[in-house]
């Protein structure tokens, strides 16, 4: 009973996180989150490298799809070109991406874009106090270096045992890919939900115990970038700002931080305390 609760939760967390990617949307563009932004444009450039090397390796799958399309002799080879495309495309992305330390380097170079839109989008939620000076950036930064190791490490320890269970249970491999693909999308989530602790000054451990309350948000979130990411030239950017605003929104309904307790703290202690803890 209690393991159907939970899968109930997960799922609607899921889904609630991806019926609010509309609205985060339109808080971007509404509220013009970007403001400000433009003093990290260091960052842009680094982001906009890696994602033209990331589109290169997707647009020469593409091409090469396209030319077994014009040689293919019948409709049935042409279908099967079809399936071997999105074969390719399944298992590049599975491997580039959730089997390495790729997209945990994207998310390191993306950290001032994170901090900023989530800062923004609090700023205009719930009046949440922004923070600009350089230690604030330079605290965020370590810290995210910190929660990456971390939870890389967790992840590398989850689908270890995923693999043991398949392999034990070989009639069902067939299942691996997928359970895997959801393990680590649910890792890439959780550093994402970790920024957005972070505005609250909640220490990394904290953070890592509360993430467990939110499976379906980071489920979600991961998962998006994740597609995101797949996308040419934009899709790193695009993904990035977009489940940190979502991330906002949705935690903001539903984990109830106390944000006026928090000004107020801060207002009584301005020099703050450590959050890379």
Not at 230 to 254: D, F, Q, Y
Request: aromatic residues 12%; negative net charge.
């Amino acid at each position: 009973m209690k393991t159907t609760l939970q899968i109930r939760s997960v799922l609607g967390q899921f889904l609630y996180t991806l019926g609010n990617l509309r609205s985060a949307g339109v808080l971007i563009r509404d509220h013009q989150l970007w403001t400000g932004v433009n003093r990290y444009g260091w960052v842009f450039k680094v982001l906009v490298v890696v994602a033209v090397l990331m589109g290169f390796s997707f647009l020469s799958m593409v091409s090469s799809w396209i030319g077994s399309l014009f040689q293919a002799e019948s409709g049935i080879a042409a279908l099967s070109s079809v399936g071997t495309f999105a074969s390719n495309l399944a298992i590049s992305g599975y491997e580039s991406f959730t089997s390495g330390l790729l997209k945990y380097v994207i998310l390191l170079l993306s950290e001032v874009i994170i901090f900023h839109f989530m800062q923004r989008a609090l700023e205009e939620l719930t009046g949440h106090e922004v923070r600009t000076d350089f230690q604030t950036f330079l605290d965020a930064q370590i810290r995210m270096i910190k929660v990456v190791i971390r939870t890389y490490i967790m992840e590398l320890i989850a689908t270890l045992f995923v693999s043991i269970f398949f392999g034990i249970f070989g009639f069902l491999d067939w299942l691996e890919p997928l359970v895997m693909f959801v393990v680590q999308c649910y890792f890439f989530g959780v550093v994402i939900l970790d920024n957005y602790n972070e505005q609250f000054d909640v220490s990394i451990k904290d953070s890592m115990e509360m993430s467990k309350d939110y499976r379906g948000v980071s489920l979600a979130l991961g998962m998006v970038l994740y597609l995101f990411m797949l996308v040419p030239l934009i899709g790193v950017v695009a993904g990035t700002i977009l489940v940190s605003v979502t991330a906002v929104i949705v935690l903001n309904k539903i984990a109830k931080i106390d944000v006026d307790s928090l000004n107020a703290s801060r207002q009584a202690n301005p020099e703050g305390t450590s959050r890379t803890e």
